[in-house]
């Protein structure tokens, strides 16, 4: 199972904290009333079925939708709904469902993108910084980021959140359609992120190995948390029962 | 027809293409960044000329004349971002553009009452219509300049694009407004940037033409931003190299006709114009370089 | 008598000739307002008044219905004006102003009635040609194109000497359009307009509006419909600026271009562009302002001003009035209604006449379709090979998919796994690379959509694409093979007759997913595609849409391909499921034998340590 994190003081407030968050697309109701909060440092997934609303709930917390009711509270205060770019300034980065990395620009314009937020100044260092933790990105600085493959692009979209230096991650299905070498190297990657201090959410469809990783899980289910509780604990649930449910003629 | 007919003639098409391309860059840019085609983008142009035309009656030299109408078309094109298209983000591109045309009629009618109806006569340099020899053939210093200001604006705005922080957001809002957004970069800043930047090269373009018209009146703008319209259609709505392809094509095509339809019909070159790009897009609908994009159900 | 009025034309012409009728009593009143106290002026006004109307509502039959905003209208208007000139200026001053026409045009002249009928065909005709290229372009292109329509025309009027005079103008024009021919002029024209949007091919065409996509899915062939209107509205438009000439008597082609335009715009986007009456009022709202705008201009109070010459003070308010409508009332001051939808109790009588509704049947029993041709016994439909890539993204890399007459197959797979795209391919709107699609002896590789819906192959969308605000009953009967009849069946079988004469986007959630899948279920498909129908439902709606799809597999014959995220539902309701990932099948089997796949499990779960393949067996194994 994966390490816990002991710091020596644990933070009893949660740095990240989600509470009642409702939200609607049009007449469709997304995510209904979730309750979620994170640790300084901590590591926690969030597990469930396609259409759950699990990308909605990483997607209102970076500000990218306008929850219906509910807030989304980072060290107490709440987050700008609706205005992703503050979101990202004051700390909460996001790694987005299918890298989203800009294709037509290059990787070095893709990575210096992500330091928007920072000052100018900074921008060089940081550079240096990110092209010493992933040497084939240095490799491929001035490629077009859209001939990078799969893996490739998952770690420039995680490098990218990165030159933010942000204190919270969101990471979105980073797994998604990478072959399982690969997704090996990101999982040990998020997991240095989380010992260097970063807090994380990460959302996956690869249950087993993000509750590998995890310290704490919640289960989506059309838009409610159906479960919750240690990484340890949701490991040995039937979660093939919750996801495919009863086979068998009606 | 010989040599240097031809290869005054090629300058010429050059030189009124460039001027074109440089319009179409500046309608793109607001295009690709917001997918708003700014219908009052001509009337830049004509207040451009209305600066110039003020400028030299208070006796200012043509240089000075002309950064004062750039500037001007700078500072008016977000003001248009302000007025107009701000109260009204997020109205479909219908409305947008319908919006924009209202603006334009009111711009219109303004110039016609607080100035005059009439056209305005702005003198420019002896310069421009002096002749020089290259070789076998003879240039119009006119055209030089011309070609040699808008290649020079066309470079600028490149360098800004591909080096500065500002180009790059701009760059990323055009491909991805929404995760541009999430890594941080600011619409409130990237959007009336990119008016700016269109406008000043409404700017140059609309410099560019006077100098080649001499003279000003309410209807100036439209021409010249119709054509920037047709060539972005015709290169491919998106496209920023099809927009200058598009500027380039038509300016060729009508200079060609220009010079080689009989005299009876040279009237009807724009139409004629217009009917061969409304040709080219029934065979190829999405414009020269425009591409396909995955539907979305 | 009353019964066989009910019985000689369906709903909505009846309810198109009320509203018209009503329109018309409008107009009268007004045209009585302004011409009976005896006033030249105001006489002038009304005829002005009536003119703007019948030029405004040719242009929303085009604009209002198909939702394209066209620039190039009064270049029909001016080809108009122009015929009507060189047919019935009196022979001695059309020598003296157009020395140089040709014969047939020197010689002929023709009364009021037979000129506008020439302007109108003329124009028609000239619609038909211009039409046919512009509804090929893609809509952003048409608005470009319409605007290069009015240059191209204008310039021609301007320089075409011979035919014209050229910017000197024409007169002498007679005054044939007086106020009882201006008045009736305008209720014919309303009526036109009405009668052809509660038409078949106005309905298609205001389909396609809402959403185009959806409505080339439901067989509507969408530039033909567009082609029909721009004709129609370029004929009338035609007809009307031969009105108009017949009333200014003097004109050059100044008035052919942006201030005009600019005018009728205005009209529709002040009143309603979407609405007959919307037009109706626009004209009205914008005659007075320019009416009331010129005598203050001028100070004095003159007779017939022309309302093309727009200048100053009038435009400026126009210009203003515009752009405060797009911010505030985007939909215009009328909106959608017409001019029944304003009185109440005239809507409520056609609700009642309409005959009592089918009592709200509990649960879904949906109709058999008579009169289909018996299925044949192999597979319907059969994907062969099918890849398709965009841009560098390889989304379906060789896809084999098959379904039988009655069998229900379910598709999952990861996010990103192609099957959104395998749909869109099968559907007929993305056109694979590589692979073939056969619908029972049909190759539909190619689509296009209209046709693959029509051959028989209709679907639902992951984000409901209904026509939002067609009314439910004309939401189906706006899909191609939708017959009356069954309209009102479906609506009584899936619990939605209440809402029959509601819009569209008015119903909950679970209303809009049940009647896309009766659009779809009208055409009588052989085979429906279903996209996510159940996403966004609980789980007692979702098992009524469980029984609603099984019963009509099996009452039906008709083949379900359902792609869904609720693995319950679909592991219970389909009899094979196919899984996708990273665009290749990756299990196709029974329930049973899918989940208990380990690899299945493992794309869905991933493999690690805890529970895995163990669980799934012991599933299996039938707890």
Redesign the interface.
Known sequence: ?AGHVTTGSADARPTLEVSGLTVRY?????LAGVDLHVLRGEIVVVLG????GKSTLLRTIAGVHRPAAGVVRLDGQPLPAGAPERVTRLGVSMVP??RRIF?GLTVEENLRLGATPRPVASEAASLTAIFGRFPILAERRRQMA??LSGGEQQQLAIARALMAAPRVILYD?P???LA?RIVDQIFELIGELRDEGVTTILV?????????LGDRGYVLS?GRVIARGPASEL???????L???????? | MSFDAFAQQLINALSLGSIYAVLALGLAMVYSTLGI?NFAYGELITIVGYTMFFASEAGMPFILMAALGIVVAGAASVAMQAV?FR??RG?N???L???S???S??LQ??F??AISPRSKGIPTPDLFSDFIQIGAVRVGVLALITLAVALSTMAVLLLFMRRSRAGLQMRAAAQDLTTARILGVRTDRVIPLAFLVSGLMAGVGGVLWIARTTSVNPGTGFTPI?VA??AI?LGG?GSIPGAVIGAFAFGALEIMLQAYLPGAIV??Q??IA??A???V??VR???LLG??????? | MTRLWRLSLDASSRSALVGAGLTALLLVALSALLVLPGDRGLSGTAVVLLVSITLVTSLQVFIGNS?I?S?GHVAFMGVGAYVTALLTIPLAIRQTQLPDLPPILAGIELGGLSAVLVAGTVCAVLGVIVGA?LV???V??V???T??LL??VF??L??WQSLTRGGQGVFGIPRLTTPPVALGAAILFVVVARLFKSSGVGLRLRASREDE?AARAAGIDVPRVRLVSFTLSAGMMGAAGSLWALNVLAFDPDQFS??MT?AL??ML?VGGKESVLGGVVGAVIVVVITELLSRVEQGVTIGTFELPRI??TV??A???L??AS??WR?DGLVGRREAEDLVPWIRKWFVRSRGPGVGSVPGPAPVPAPGRAPLPDGPLLTGTGIAKA???IR?LAGVDVEVRPGEILGIIG???SGK??L??VLSG??TPDAGRVILGDEDITAGPSHRTARLGLTRT???I?LFDHLTVRENIAAAHGARLEDVDRLLGAFDLTAHADSAADTL??GQ?RRLEILRALAMRPSVMLL??PA??M?EVESDVL?ESIRAIARDDGCAVIIVD?????I???CDRIQVLE?GQTLAVGT??AV?ADPAV?AA?????????PT??TA??A?E
């Open positions: 199972m049009g007449v469709v109701t997304a079925p396609n259409g759950a469902e299918g294709g859209g001939t299905e797994s998604l359609g399982p996956e469809q690869n249950a087993h190995r993000a509750l590998d059309a490991g040995s649930m039937d979660l093939s029962r996801y495919f449910g009863d086979v068998g003629a009606a | 085609l107009i109260p009204l109205a591109f219908v409305t553009l319908f919006a045309f209202a603006l009629q009111v009618g303004l016609r009452q119709l319209f047709v259609v709505l009237p009807f724009f139409a217009l009917v790009v409304a040709v897009l029934v609908p999405q414009g591409h396909e994009v995955e539907v979305k159900v | 939702g905003l620039f290229t090929r372009m893609p952003n292109a608005v470009m194109a605007l290069a240059i191209v310039t021609v301007l320089n996509l942006f201030a600019f715009l205005a986007v200048t100053g435009q400026f126009l210009a203003a515009i752009i797009l911010i985007p965009f841009g560098g989304a990861p996010n990103g959104s795209t749909l869109n709107i993305t969308f992951q984000n694409r909950s959630y809009q996209d996510e996403a966004g609980n469980m995220h609720d693995l319950r539902l592991t219970r309701l990273t329930p049973a989940v499990v869905y779960l991933g493999t690690g340590h805890g529970s895995g669980t799934s599933m299996a039938g």
